[in-house]
């Protein structure tokens, strides 16, 4: 079946972390959805036509409605499907203030690691975007620098998750998955996708890596996939909810 108005589009691209977190809610709510493919630097013609001028990804789309920011995201999955909840066998805060520690101190110690360990993903056309898009250089000498530092960041806070596993548990929350578990599982598959180094830190927590291989198992939902050109036709089409 082709996209329509009422489907779910993600714009996203593979390599992309957030996204993956998306997806991981995804797979946990059960939901068909588009996957959109943009591109990895600008311009972004179509993305930044639906959004207003957002270049960042995830971006999700249900017609004429356009949600910037995997939070905003997340919260609309919920919102309009709320069975299973992403907060099951957890209060409804606890997996926003974990996401926040996932998103930012967790996230800085997987991109460390990544960029500091040497990328291909780090090509002269990526850095130059970058440091377009945050107004600062992209360091990869000072990750470099900073990578044997930020592994053992990482370890620690991996040491938190192996914590929270070890009574046997099968996911963050406990007997279901959640929001907790997409959002730390994200930076973990980020690490994976690119740095050996990073796996090795992984490979050292057995709880962890068996937990990994559960949320993996979760998939990501039905995947199918929509051009740029159809995304746009469809918004133009529609009348904003
Ligand atoms: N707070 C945003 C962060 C999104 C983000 O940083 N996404 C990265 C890719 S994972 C990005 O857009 N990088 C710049 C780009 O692709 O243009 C969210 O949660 O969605």
């Not at 779910?8 to 992309?16: G, M, N, T, V």
């Not at 179509?46 to 939070?71: F, H, N, W």
């Amino acid at each position: 079946m082709a996209a329509n108005a009422q489907s779910i589009i993600l714009h996203q691209y593979d390599i992309s972390p957030f996204s993956e977190k998306v997806r991981v809610v995804l797979g946990i709510k059960g939901l068909d959805w588009f996957a959109c493919d943009e591109p990895v630097i600008m311009p972004k013609p179509e993305l930044t036509a639906l959004t207003g001028g957002y270049r960042k990804i995830p971006v999700m789309q249900i017609g004429a409605d356009i949600y910037c920011d995997s939070q905003i995201i997340i919260r609309e999955l919920e919102r309009r499907f709320p069975s299973p909840s992403i907060h099951a066998g957890s209060d409804n805060g606890t997996g926003w203030g974990i996401a926040m520690w996932t998103d930012r101190v967790l996230f800085q110690a997987a991109v460390a690691i990544i960029f500091g360990g040497g990328t291909p993903l780090a090509d002269e056309a990526f850095i130059k975007d970058r440091e377009k898009l945050t107004g600062r250089p992209f360091d990869i000498e000072g990750m470099k620098a900073a990578a044997p530092m930020m592994a053992e960041q990482f370890r620690a806070q991996l040491g938190w998750l192996e914590e929270q596993l070890s009574d046997g548990r099968a996911f963050l929350p406990g007997d279901n998955p959640g929001l907790a578990d997409a959002s730390a599982f994200y930076n973990l598959a980020f690490v994976r996708w690119t740095s050996p180094n990073g796996v090795k830190v992984i490979e050292s927590f057995p709880g962890v890596a068996a937990w990994e291989k559960r949320v993996a198992g979760i998939g990501h939902g039905n995947r199918q996939e929509v051009s740029r050109e159809d995304a746009l036709d469809i918004a133009k089409a529609t009348a904003s909810t």
